[in-house]
């Protein structure tokens, strides 16, 4: 039997894994039963953040102790000092090495940022500047699929994203995120060599719609198979094809838009 694709996922800052996958649970029907999705929590607890109710499992008969936890925090002053990053570094590091190998990774705010780093040190920049703090042996990543997503901004970092990364990648931006902004969201994208846009009406999270679902099964399908099986909805299959089209269209880039999130 054919070994399952298998999935990093990487939450944002106050979250945790768990909650990722509340969170991500359109993504989940997505790929279903056809990859492995490994969530892993932050080291670091940052406690006495607040959850809103949109966050929530709808299934109030599972009882979830969210823990509030990070990669990293910043401090600024002079400059800006990502604490807990190295450390992170480190424990992606032995993840990769013991659970790997991963095909892709899937990321939200600073988890997305993370998603970024980690592909980067494997693509081979980690030969410009600090990695993962220990020996990894893990192959490069081969897509992503992130939402909120930015660059780390401290000029040290800046290795990280001196040339393109090759790499087939699907950024979701909200038009009313306040904490990530497009122009944030549209500078992670751009170090990609052909990424995928998806613009949707609303704020800092991951879209629930299906127009969402269709163009991450779309996007995902090269790397999932199965994903657009015979079973697939007829949606989902006019969303592969309307991306194979884009493709043709705009080797750069291309936008999709959801107005329905």
Not at 114 to 120: E, F, S, V
Not at 136 to 161: N, Q, R
Request: charged share 20%.
């Amino acid at each position: 039997m054919a070994t399952k694709p298998k999935i990093l996922c990487l939450h944002g800052f106050g979250e945790s894994g768990e909650l990722l996958r509340i969170r991500s649970r359109n993504f989940h029907r997505v790929v279903e039963d056809h990859a492995d999705l490994v969530y892993l929590d932050g080291h670091l607890d940052i406690a006495n953040l607040h959850l809103t109710a949109a966050d929530l499992d709808r299934d109030n008969s599972t009882h979830v102790d969210f823990k509030n936890l990070a990669w990293w925090w910043s401090r600024k002053s002079k400059t800006v000092e990502y604490r807990g990053l190295e450390e992170s570094l480190k424990q992606v590091g032995r993840v990769l090495n013991e659970q790997g190998p991963f095909d892709g990774i899937l990321g939200f705010s600073q988890g997305a940022c993370l998603a970024i780093i980690i592909t980067a040190l494997l693509g081979g920049r980690a030969e410009h500047g600090p990695g993962f703090g220990i020996e990894v042996t893990h192959p490069p990543i081969k897509f992503l699929v992130l939402a909120g997503a930015f660059l780390l901004s401290e000029p040290g970092y800046k290795y990280l994203y001196a040339e393109k990364i090759n790499v087939p990648s699907f950024h979701m931006s909200g038009e009313y995120d306040t904490v990530i902004t497009r122009d944030e969201a549209r500078a992670a994208s751009s170090i990609f060599e052909s990424p995928v846009l998806f613009d949707f009406v609303g704020g800092h999270f991951i879209p629930q719609t299906p127009q969402c679902a269709n163009a991450m099964a779309a996007f995902v399908a090269p790397f999932v198979p199965g994903v657009l099986g015979d079973s697939a909805d007829d949606s989902v299959a006019d969303a592969a094809a309307d991306t194979d089209a884009a493709d043709s269209a705009s080797p750069e880039q291309q936008i999709l838009q959801d107005v329905s999130a």
